[in-house]
């Protein structure tokens, strides 16, 4: 019988849900580790695969909103239910780009809608992006908070939008349409094998068709194993008051609101 041998690096797998320090029998890994592995790749593929209830969706977070909205109400709520070009899940994964455009006539409402009501200062989206798992997870509790926040900060925010097909630069195409300052999309970010539902913040300052990443900022591994809810949603407001006073958001706005403290040597490999 083969022995089983552990790997030294075993004591790290307390830090990190990463595949590491998997051990071997012989020259191959446990029927165990093989097993959880294909657990963990349906999941990730399920997560890309399975649509998103953009009814129910919109239903949970309008609930999530109902004791914060306030004066926003009248133009935050109802939320507007959009798609992008790629119309199916298929269209979707074979054809990024279109995932990152509107049907003209929903930007042409959009457009009018932009014009007929007060300057936009923030627009909020939430897309379904690579993992609605991640989306119906996580979205309304961060948005309850996000929202709070950006109500506190004297915004004026536009419409809650929720895209289906989406991808992250749709958030370009609703900004610009609405004339909003700033655009901030909650959408799902690609599935690991460790992380199905990963929730991902992306803020843009001037959105408009054609911005390129470098031009917005990014907050990943939104969830509970991740980056928890109450520091995504401070990252996010500290880099919305820097857009909106700088005027730039991307390579050249920072977070630099947190450093390292005494208390995160406790992990090895920070000492």
């Known amino acids: 019988m083969a022995n089983s041998t552990i790997d030294s690096w075993q004591p790290l797998r307390g830090y990190t849900s990463a595949r590491i320090a998997l051990g ?9 580790v093989n097993l959880q592995f294909q657990l963990d790749h ?37 939320a507007i239910q959009l798609s992008s070009q790629a119309g199916d899940r298929h269209g979707y994964l074979q054809r990024p780009d279109l995932g990152r455009q509107l049907p003209e006539l929903q930007w042409q409402a959009l457009a009018e809608r932009g014009a007929s009501q007060v300057p936009i200062d923030v627009v909020v989206i939430v897309g379904d992006g690579l993992s609605s798992a991640a989306v119906s997870a996580h979205a309304a509790p961060v948005l309850a908070m996000l929202i709070a926040g950006l109500a506190e900060l004297g915004l004026q925010l536009g419409p809650l939008c929720i895209a289906s097909q989406a991808r992250v630069a749709l958030a370009d195409d609703i900004g610009e349409a609405l004339g909003a300052s700033l655009s901030v999309i909650l959408i799902g970010e690609r599935p690991g094998l460790s992380s199905p539902d990963s929730l991902g913040m992306y803020i843009t300052y001037r959105p408009k ?51 390292l403290t005494a208390s995160c040597l406790g992990v090895p490999f920070l000492k």
């Open 42 to 78: 349906a999941r990730a593929r399920d997560a890309v695969h399975q649509g998103l209830n953009v009814d129910a969706l919109a239903a949970v977070c309008t609930a999530s909103l109902a004791d914060i909205a306030g004066n926003h109400r009248q133009h935050l709520l109802p």
């Open 24 to 32: 071997r029998v012989g020259v191959a890994t446990s029927t165990a």
């Open 209 to 259: 068709r054609g911005c390129s990443d470098a031009e917005r900022n990014c907050i990943s591994n939104i969830r509970d194993a991740g980056l928890s809810y109450q520091q995504a949603v401070d990252t996010a407001l500290y880099l919305i008051r820097g857009a909106l006073l700088k005027g730039f958001s991307g390579t050249q706005l920072k977070d630099d609101s947190a450093t």
